[in-house]
């Protein structure tokens, strides 16, 4: 068990490192995916980086309430699913699968929930009769629209003018030119339905949630109005936790006061990693062929936060003779100054590069290193 304090990490809406102090009891949602594609390493990118997180704080004595949630209702998911001709619930439940045998085969630990948006449709549509009542919705077009202007802090996180979020929103699903809406960056809460797609009644007639509401009601009802960490990939800053925050916001009458983490996009061929344009490498394939120990170092061999790094062939190369070179280490032993300099590092903002730097150097020195390595999610 360690001491509660000393651990810094960067704060998106801050833009700073700042110091991070919470109660024994971690309250952490990470946006989980929609389950329409195999696992990338994008995804592994970032799972990877918030599992090092969990560990370390499961090391320094807290525990640790982690929410990955499934939105399992979306409009990339529908659209897949009727491409490829098979009910939307049987391609998330198929795809869902594999994600959870790949993060498991890199060695993450699983959340404490993880909880599906299909199943918090009661807590959407009492959510959005809320806002309606209190001034922060407005029905418009058989849709149900968030006011973004009805609370002031929206746009702290990205800190992004508004022409830039409209040019982003609009890469993202975010429709500015609907007529239907007052200002065009607002967002829908609630929509109709299309022919086929799934839908519920609400009092503003049958249809379906939109992507942000369901993120929302599900941190909301799962860990409650105070969020000590909420973190995804570095595509949800804006405009998916922009709502999320102003939603969130609204809902509570008070910001959350939490740490904002985003794990940098991860490049290929110079671009980001994306479903849409389908420039992915998926964790599958690669496992085929390598110890996913290796792919797990490789991916923590490049700091969270280094802007659109670049996934080459090498990272891989490097990270299984590094592999090699730690299961020659001696076996067994303490190593007591590695182990505080590992947790370190890592409390450090999650400086993994410079963990596995301090580890190769034991590892070159024949001192044991088991310990520190098991702090990383590596077995050895």
């Not at 640790?64 to 491409?83: F, Y």
């Not at 009492?126 to 418009?140: H, K, L, T, V």
């Not at 982003?168 to 339905?193: I, N």
């Not at 797609?197 to 009092?203: H, M």
């Amino acid at each position: 068990m360690q001491a509660v304090t000393g651990m810094r990490l960067f704060d998106t809406m801050s833009g700073d490192v700042v110091d991070f102090r919470p109660d024994v009891v971690v309250r952490m949602y990470t946006c989980g995916i929609t389950p329409y594609d195999s696992t990338h390493l994008g995804h592994a990118a970032t799972y990877v980086t918030y599992d090092v997180l969990h560990r370390r704080l499961l090391d320094r004595g807290h525990e640790v309430r982690l929410v990955r949630n499934i939105t399992d209702v979306d409009d990339d998911l529908l659209a897949r699913a009727k491409r490829d001709g098979i009910n939307y619930l049987d391609l998330a439940f198929g795809q869902k699968r594999r994600f959870d045998e790949d993060l498991a085969v890199l060695g993450n630990l699983e959340p404490w929930s993880e909880p599906r948006a299909t199943s918090a449709i009661p807590d959407i549509r009492g959510m959005i009769s809320d806002y309606i009542r209190q001034g922060y919705a407005y029905e418009s077009g058989g849709s149900v629209y968030f006011d973004h202007a009805s609370v002031p802090s929206f746009g702290s996180i990205s800190g992004y003018e508004k022409e830039v979020m409209l040019d982003v929103g609009a890469g993202r699903g975010e429709h500015p030119d609907d007529d239907a809406k007052r200002h065009p960056l607002d967002t829908a809460l609630w929509k109709p339905s299309g022919e086929n797609e799934p839908a519920w009644e609400s009092p503003w007639g049958r249809g379906r949630p939109g992507w942000h509401i369901e993120c929302s009601a599900l941190a909301l009802r799962e860990l409650g109005p105070v969020i000590d960490i909420h973190g995804g990939g570095c595509d949800l800053v804006y405009p998916h936790h922009e709502f999320c925050a102003a939603q969130n916001q609204a809902a509570t009458g008070r910001p959350e006061t939490g740490i904002w983490i985003h794990q940098s996009c991860v490049n290929l061929h110079g671009e980001p990693m994306s479903k849409s344009t389908g420039n992915l490498i998926f964790v599958h394939d690669l496992l085929q062929s390598h110890d996913p120990r290796a792919l797990r170092l490789a991916v923590l061999s490049v700091h969270y936060r280094e802007p659109n790094w670049e996934w080459s062939d090498t990272l891989l190369d490097d990270a299984t003779s590094r592999l090699k070179a730690w299961i020659n280490a001696p076996a067994t032993g303490p190593n007591d100054t590695l182990l505080a300099d590992v947790r370190a590092a890592i409390d450090d903002d999650l400086n993994t590069p410079h963990a596995l730097a301090l580890i190769d150097a034991s590892a070159a020195n024949r001192q044991p290193i088991r310990e520190a390595v098991s702090l990383l999610g590596v077995a050895l």
